[in-house]
């Protein structure tokens, strides 16, 4: 099968001996193999797809194949052995206009490898299994995790273009009554890039995807909606608004947004609790790295902490912030 030498290219870029000691999970690796070629023909823009014939598409295309099977698997430490082939492909992606969307949203995902890479190295090596089953590292205490991401963040400077993105789009939270210091969350989703777009095809600051963006009212022809940041400022909001009437809770209102509402109610009917914590290492490996990142982000940018979070009253966000009106067109 030829999208078996696309996914060993893409390993070999992280290093045979270090994929060994991480020891992949091969059934993991198996249906991210087999995947690989309708991901592709289903996620990528036919643009993108022409762009990556001209470059080493064949690598391009199984390391985000991999990745995205990585991220909607429930070990987080596997992410640490895609990090340096994440490194690797970002260029691929860079050098073609055509392209430059998926590499910003690769770009503001590459500590999720890194963040990984640190809670595999100092995680205790699991109990030897039985021949031929590789042991299954437990996913990290969601206090340990979150730990790790404000060291991550705590130095890093402001993205381009986030300050004035920033007092642009503060408002429009606000208006929709939503705590305004969540408009950080384009941050961890796009590092303020509007362009970005994601392989299973969520855009813009706050990486909608189009069935979000038509429920909370945006419009993708003539111009998709996603791209422009007040009007997904003000979709983002309204989903966020929304979920936390659902959740009566921050963290798990952020892990719904990433995960999608259906998945953290099951979740929490199953295990019978209304607690983030409890439910993390059953979540996605993405979302166990999304909720975490978005506090430390908040904590970083805003000195506030997420599970505190308020909504505020009207009163008190119109002497705050000016009330915005959502764009015509």
Known sequence: ????????????????????????????????????????????????LRAL????????????????????????????????????VLPLLEAHQETQPYAH?????????????????TAPRPTTAPARTPPTPANPAPALEREVWVKKVSPRPLPKGAEALVATL????????????????????????????????????????PDTAQRFGLRRWPRDERYQPEPSARAAAQYLRFLYGEFGDWRLAV??????????????????????????????????MFVPKVEATLLRREGVELAKLESPGAKE????????QAPSN
């Open 255 to 288: 892990a719904a947004y990433n995960a999608g509402e259906g998945r953290v109610q099951r979740l929490l009917a199953r295990h019978r609790t209304r607690s983030f914590d409890r439910i993390a290492p059953h979540l996605p490996a993405e979302t166990q």
């Open 170 to 209: 503060k408002p429009v939270f606000a208006s929709e009554r939503v705590p305004p210091e969540l408009v950080w969350l384009a941050e961890v989703e796009s590092a303020f890039n509007m362009g970005a777009r994601s392989p299973v095809g969520a855009a813009g600051l706050f990486q909608l995807m």
């Open 53 to 88: 014939r001209q470059v080493d598409r064949q690598k391009v295309e199984a390391f985000l194949s991999s990745f995205q099977q990585q991220l909607q698997g429930a070990r987080v430490l596997d992410l640490a052995a895609l990090k340096d082939a994440a490194r690797a």
């Open 1 to 48: 099968m030829h999208f078996v030498r696309f996914l060993i290219i893409a390993l070999l870029a992280v290093g045979t001996a270090r994929a060994q000691e991480f020891e992949l999970d091969p059934d993991a690796v198996r249906q991210a193999v087999e995947a690989a070629g309708q991901w592709a023909e289903a996620n990528l823009d036919e643009e993108a």
């Open 317 to 324: 966000l119109s002497s705050k912030y000016p009330s915005t």
């Open 105 to 121: 949203w690769l770009k503001s995902r590459l500590d999720y490898f890194e963040v990984a890479d640190e809670l595999r190295r």
